[in-house]
């Protein structure tokens, strides 16, 4: 059964720590690795990683994919309370089609 | 701005009754999809839709109706064989690039009473 696992579940930390979010996955015709940010609402884009070892950068999040390992890590350097959200990881396992299956969810607490 | 909207945004429904939310798009994306999301179990894929007039059944369908009459619209329906409806509710849709970025929209949290 395809399945994507993300861990931990939640975390709180406090302002300025660094954070590192984890996603596995056992998905047959594996296309590509995407993470989302979730803030009470439509989850936003972060980003998409297609290539093993190519790491992906915006600001203060960066992200990699393992496909030996068959997993992602997404880190955040420097907290911020702003970061304080749900990160979702989704991996596209049959692009004719556009579905993505979704791993349950990271939430992340940033105290100041 | 091009987006998705869904309404309502909260929506609350006696057991019995069935449902209809709202889905509309005006950023001309061919496919469209439907995710329920409930604490601990992410996204779990409803219904899709890659072309007016067609539409496939997801991971958790059953319970669940929908009709794609136009490229912007998408509405999903809730029945009342649906035994568990409170959760909250995503569109989404995607160009037909095969890049599979999804766009979603801001949700309906359905209570059922």
Redesign the interface.
């Known amino acids: 059964e395809d399945k994507v696992v993300q861990s931990p579940l939640s975390l709180v930390v406090h302002e300025g720590d660094t954070v590192t979010l984890n996603c596995s996955y056992e998905v047959t015709n594996f296309r590509s690795l995407l993470w989302y940010k979730q803030e009470k609402k439509a989850p936003t884009f972060l980003f998409m990683l297609t290539s093993s070892g190519i790491e992906k950068k915006s600001g203060r999040l960066s992200s990699i994919l393992d496909k030996k390992e068959l997993s992602s890590i997404l880190n955040i350097t420097a907290t911020q309370t702003g970061d304080s959200a749900i990160y979702l990881c989704a991996v596209v396992y049959a692009s004719n089609t556009g579905k993505l299956i979704f791993g349950q969810g990271t939430t992340l607490q940033v105290k100041p | 701005d091009g987006g998705?909207t869904q309404s309502p945004k909260y929506l609350f429904r006696k057991e019995g009754q069935n449902v209809t939310l709202s889905c509309e798009q005006n950023l001309n994306h061919d496919?469209m999809?439907w995710?329920r999301q409930d604490p601990?179990?992410?996204?779990?894929?409803i219904y899709?839709s890659?072309i007016v007039n067609d539409f496939?059944k997801?991971d958790i369908a059953e319970g669940y109706s929908v009709s794609r009459e136009k490229k912007e619209s998408f509405p999903l329906t809730v029945t009342s064989a649906q035994k568990n409806p409170t959760a909250f509710y995503?569109c989404a849709s995607?160009e037909?690039s095969?890049?599979?970025?999804?766009?979603?929209?801001?949700?309906s949290r359905l209570t059922v009473l």
Request: hydrophobic content about 35%.
């Open positions: 998705i496919a999809y995710y601990g179990q992410g996204l779990r894929l899709y890659q496939q997801g995503l995607t037909p095969g890049a599979n970025v999804l766009t979603f929209g801001a949700g």
